[in-house]
């Protein structure tokens, strides 16, 4: 019997750690992440799940939306979203529906309903999924181009250490970028990006990279990250931006 490979998202750390338990308890091969950004990338750059379980309500994109995204590239992915807040009737069509709080053995229950005609020998059709995945994680990243700014650390106050540039692709352990200038190889890099997504609607989100630089060829930049975290820019009472780490 193949091993599912399950995705929970939740930003409460307290729910997400004990769904993640209580799977992994059950043999699941569990990823979780507290943030849907941060899923997103993790989609991005592994095989494809066979099951996702997400909160509805968190900071940064809701649930529905978040595994309509992830439908794009694991299109054979069960759902499960989790609330104490919404309704089942309003949530996405196909997707399974477990409300807050719930004990561990109707959380067992509805994953493995939502499993079952996806849990398969190893041989056959069924494997199709994994291939494809296989296959995704070669060339699946995020194709973005944005703003890059970057600084090499404990430098930033020196002019001709700190630089811009455009990304090329983006996924959660590399970044391609084209920078103003070459880059040195094994040179470390605190790195900024303005995320294309607001918070509510209105606040900004940055996302911050810090990592080594392993490949270069003239100014296009390869960049190992060995961290990074989503922050939020909100604006004080003066005007002064404010940073929020929300990752």
Same mark, same amino acid.
């Given at each position: 019997m193949a091993t599912a490979r399950v995705l929970v998202v939740d930003d409460e750390p307290a729910v997400l750690g004990w769904v993640s338990r209580a799977l992994s308890r059950k043999g699941y091969d569990v990823h979780a992440v507290s943030s849907p950004l941060e899923a997103l990338l993790l989609a991005h750059d592994t095989p494809c799940f066979d099951l996702v379980v997400s909160d509805v309500i968190m900071p940064e994109m809701c649930g529905p939306e978040l595994v309509k995204r992830i439908a794009q590239l694991c299109p054979t992915a069960a759902v499960?979203?989790?609330s104490g807040h919404i309704a089942a009737e309003t949530l996405p069509e196909g997707a399974a529906f477990i409300s807050k709080p719930f004990l561990a053995t109707d959380l067992y229950s509805i994953v493995?309903?939502?499993?079952d005609p996806r849990?398969?020998?190893?041989? &056959?059709p069924a494997q199709q999924p994994r291939e494809v995945g296989a296959e995704r994680r070669t060339r699946g990243r995020f194709r973005l181009t944005l703003e890059v700014r970057y600084a090499v650390p404990g430098r930033r106050a020196q002019v001709q250490n700190t630089g811009s540039g455009r990304t090329i692709d983006l996924s959660s352990s590399g970044l391609c970028f084209t920078a103003d200038r070459a880059?040195?190889? &094994?040179?470390e890099l605190?790195?900024?990006i303005d995320w294309p997504v607001l918070l509510d609607g209105s606040v900004k989100i940055q996302?911050?990279?810090?990592g080594v630089v392993v490949r270069t060829n003239g100014t296009a930049t390869a960049l190992e990250i060995q961290r990074h975290k989503f922050r939020t820019c909100r604006t004080g009472l003066e005007g002064v931006p404010q940073q929020e780490s929300i990752g």
């Open positions: 499960i979203l989790m493995e309903k939502a499993l849990v398969c020998a190893t041989d &056959g880059l040195v190889t &094994g040179q605190d790195i900024s996302l911050n990279l810090w």
